[in-house]
């Protein structure tokens, strides 16, 4: 498509970013078919090329209305049209830089306002998070229905291994992960302690950013960035040789600094290095020597790949595989591709939609009947486990469950 960024953005990296996409699409429409938000609508303007097509009206100088600002809010960011579009529009930059500058130019009204920012402080105080949600489970039976749904169960955390092995990777704590999750994190640390590697949480790098940046704080989210790279360079400089983030939305996020920081020359070099360092479990384990491990029981299992695994990491299929190698059976999962509607803080602000997409996707994971279904990120364990079927895990536990007592 041809495209000329005009205002603000014109002549900048930025722009160049999003004009890049623009031109990229040829505006062939068949990113539609695998759009969720497209499929529950029917509607064009709720489907990436009716998205693409409006924010090149605003980067182009056209005065976005509310209309727009409500089509980019309901878009999950879940970026299966990225995966489905045979040109190879970069979707999330284009997105990235649309929504800030609509955002910027469509004024919410107070209450949305204050909801946004309320989210967003409650996510960053993990304390505050916590404490809620000890309240929610101790009165859960008389909460409304749809509060229930929001509150995780309370799993075991259990011990974190000394630290005493010779290897070191950094992983990432995690804002609301730390306090509804924690034992995401000790059990990836018991795991990789048996493969012989140290993982250190840096406690002034906790949120990823990502919770600011959807909430309409860039900045805020920039600056969040900026404070990790600072938290984590000692160690890096010191020898660690990885970040470890078991949570594929924040990974996601963290992946994508160097476009974050585009325009912050002091800090790209660093986001550019951590960006290359940066793990998933997965692509540690499968290379590790896991051989003796198995389970004897061969237990039924489904595995929920998050989005930002399959559209965002592109590590489809990596964690089934490893686990079937452990022993475990992955049973199929229909349109797997698709969201499960919990995309960060879209679950609270968008029910309906993220309800039924949750829905569906329950039934998918639950119509082989499996003993527990597995999955890669905290927001979409906090969103499907409270569902009837299967209990939700993180699937690391499934490795750790398998190594058995350390020797
Ligand atoms: S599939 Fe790709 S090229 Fe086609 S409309 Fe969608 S984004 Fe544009
Ligand atoms: S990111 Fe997901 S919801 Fe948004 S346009 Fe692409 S496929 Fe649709």
């Known amino acids: 498509m041809r495209t000329a960024i005009s205002g603000p953005l014109a002549d900048t990296e930025t722009g160049a970013v999003a004009a890049a996409a623009l031109r990229a699409c040829v505006h062939c429409g068949m990113c539609n078919a695998t759009c ?14 009716g998205r693409i097509y409006l924010m090149k009206q605003v980067l182009e100088g056209v005065k976005p209305t509310r209309l727009t600002l409500d089509h980019l809010d309901s878009c999950l960011s879940c970026r299966a049209c990225e995966t489905t579009c045979p040109s190879g529009v970069e979707y999330h930059k284009l997105l990235d830089v649309g929504r800030e500058a609509v955002a910027q130019a469509v004024p919410r009204p107070l209450g949305e306002r204050i909801m946004r920012e309320g989210l967003r402080r409650l996510t960053l105080s993990p304390g505050l998070f916590a404490a809620l949600l000890g309240l929610g489970r101790l009165f859960r039976p008389l909460l409304p229905k749809a ?20 290897r070191t990777m950094l992983v990432l704590k995690g804002c ?10 000790a059990s990836t640390a018991r795991v990789f302690d048996r493969l012989g590697i140290s993982l250190v ?9 990502a919770v600011s940046f959807h909430l309409d704080a860039a900045e805020a989210a920039r600056s969040q960035a900026r404070a990790n790279l600072d ?43 951590v960006a290359s360092l940066l793990r998933d479990p997965i692509e540690v384990l499968e290379r590790a020597d896991l051989t003796l491990a198995r389970s004897p ?25 490893l686990l079937s190698r452990l022993g475990y059976e992955p049973q199929p999962v229909a349109d797997s591709h698709l969201c499960c509607g919990s995309a960060g803080a879209y679950s609270v602000l968008h029910p309906e939609t993220a309800n039924t997409l949750k829905a569906n996707k329950l039934e998918a994971l639950n119509a082989s009947n499996p003993a527990t279904v597995f999955t890669a990120n ?7 486990s409270d569902g009837d079927g299967a209990p939700v895990r993180h699937w690391i536990e499934a490795v750790e469950a398998v190594l058995g007592d350390p020797p």
């Open 176 to 185: 609301v992960q730390s306090a509804a999750a924690a034992h995401f994190n």
């Open 378 to 384: 905290i927001g979409c364990w906090m969103h499907l």
């Open 231 to 273: 938290a984590w360079a000692p160690l890096l400089d010191q020898g660690a040789e990885a970040l470890i983030v078991n949570s594929s939305g924040c990974a996601t996020f963290i992946k994508d600094y160097p476009d974050l920081l585009r325009d912050d020359p002091a800090y790209l070099p660093r986001a550019k290095q």
């Open 36 to 49: 969720p938000t497209y499929q529950l609508a029917g509607d064009e303007l709720e489907g990436p090329r």
């Open 147 to 166: 509060l229930q749904g929001k509150i995780p169960p309370r799993v075991q955390v259990g011990q974190w291994p000394k630290a005493q092995s010779p």
């Open 297 to 321: 029981s061969k237990p039924k299992i489904a595995v929920h790949e998050p989005c930002t695994l399959q559209h965002g990491l592109k590590l489809t299929g990596r964690i089934a595989s």
């Open 201 to 209: 949480e840096v406690p002034k790098a906790a949120c990823c950013g």
